[in-house]
Each structure stands twice: as structure tokens, then as C-alpha cells.
């Protein structure tokens, strides 16, 4: 099946530990994206690439790294610099940066 | 910033009702997008709407995107208990910003 695969589902995180949450997607899709949404909260935007190699900071970047050496992986990183991780972070993707994008089922970052 | 404000903040209707919910957004858009999302799942695309005064369906639901170019409204027509979700609506600006702005959401809750 053709779709954007996020994992883990759920995940913890140390102080002062990275970690890092992976997407991939399968459908030949240009850019992708890496938001965080909180309860009650839209969608705020992390990080986005509109293509290999490239990528841009979104409107809440501090605390997150990306990497885009592949065309289908956009993993995301939460440093230990960012010091309210907890929340619900999904990944999209689409044909370029003017196309609907599409979403992968989410990861929920938790604190131990 | 963009600002998208989205209502009502939630609905809570009885099967077979009518539903509309709308965004207003405090700049213009060129795209307006509207998603559902489901407890612990990502966002999915609904209606995609490009063109001021585009009145687009899909199944039960309809949504229009605003001849002022800052609004757009979504109805869903015969609700089911299925229809029970988190409806998103979001907005692109145009040209080269690929970035979305999505408002807060709407919470339908459909009694049987």
C-alpha cells in the first residue's frame, strides 16, 4: 500500500535524552513535512523540505533537528533542548509544496 | 502571523442532523483545505477548495471556499455516528510560501 508510515506509535523520553521519530513515505512525494499538534491546538509547523537535501524551519523549530538524505525519510529529532516534548507529532507529505498534503497516523512523545 | 479562527469549537448533534462549521481567516487565502482527524490517527483530506466561490462535494459533505477569499465553510448533510471527529480546516497563502495555517479544530460528537 502506498501511504506515509510513522513509528514508533508511542514513545518516551528521558531527560536530557534525544530521540529521534521516524517517517517514510512511498508515494514519490517531493516535500514533506514535521508538526506538533497539543490539545485543543491546531497543527503548528516544525520543520518542512521541499526537496532532497533541502530543508526550512517551520514556526516552532528550537529543540528539533531534521535530516532529508533520501527523497522517502524526513526523521525528526527531539533534543534535549526543548523542554515540553510532550505531545502529539505528525509528519505529511505531497507532490510539491503547493498540493494538499497528507498525513502519517502520529507519534505520541511522553515523558518519563 | 496568519490567523485562522475556527467554529464552534465543538458540536454535539443528534443522527440524521445537518452540520455546518466555518473559518475566517484574518488574511486572504489562495487555497483552503479541510481535514477530519480521528482519535489517534493523523489528519485526513476531505475537500481541497482553490478558487473563491468553488463549492466543492464529497459525499455527504460540501464546503465553499469564500468569494472574499478569507473564509470557507464546510456542512455535512445526514450526519452518522461516523461523522464523529475533529474537523480541521486549513489555509495556504500562495505563491512560494508552502506553509498551512490551521485553525483549532471542531469537535462533532453524533448521538445515535
Known amino acids: 500500500d502506498g501511504g506515509i508510515t510513522q513509528s514508533p506509535k508511542y514513545l518516551f523520553r528521558k531527560e536530557g535524552q534525544n530521540v529521534t521519530l521516524s517517517c517514510e513515505q512511498n508515494l514519490n512525494h517531493d516535500a514533506m513535512y514535521w508538526y506538533r499538534q497539543d490539545p485543543g491546538q491546531g497543527l503548528r509547523l516544525i520543520y518542512y523540505?521541499?526537496?532532497?537535501?533541502?530543508?526550512q524551519k517551520g514556526d516552532i523549530a528550537e529543540g528539533y533537528s531534521v535530516s532529508r538524505e533520501k527523497k522517502e525519510s524526513f526523521p525528526l529529532t527531539v533534543t534535549s533542548a526543548q523542554k515540553n516534548p510532550t505531545a502529539f507529532y505528525l509528519c505529511a507529505s505531497s507532490i510539491s509544496g503547493s498540493q494538499p498534503q497528507h498525513f502519517g497516523d502520529g507519534t505520541r512523545l511522553s515523558i518519563l | 502571523g496568519q490567523q485562522l479562527n475556527q467554529s464552534p469549537q465543538s458540536m454535539f448533534i443528534q443522527e440524521g442532523e445537518d452540520v455546518s462549521m466555518n473559518c475566517t481567516s484574518s488574511s486572504i487565502f489562495n487555497t483552503w483545505l479541510w481535514y477530519k482527524q480521528e482519535p489517534g490517527e493523523g489528519p485526513v483530506l476531505l475537500i481541497a477548495?482553490?478558487?473563491?466561490?468553488e463549492l466543492t462535494s464529497n459525499g455527504r459533505l460540501t464546503a465553499q471556499f469564500g468569494i472574499t477569499r478569507k473564509d470557507s465553510f464546510l456542512n455535512i448533510s445526514a450526519s452518522i455516528p461516523s461523522d464523529v471527529g475533529i474537523y480541521f480546516c486549513a489555509g495556504r497563502s500562495g505563491g512560494s510560501n508552502y506553509k498551512l495555517t490551521f485553525g483549532k479544530g471542531t469537535l462533532l460528537t453524533v448521538n445515535p
Open positions: 477548495l482553490y478558487k473563491a466561490g
Open positions: 523540505s521541499q526537496i532532497v537535501n533541502d530543508f
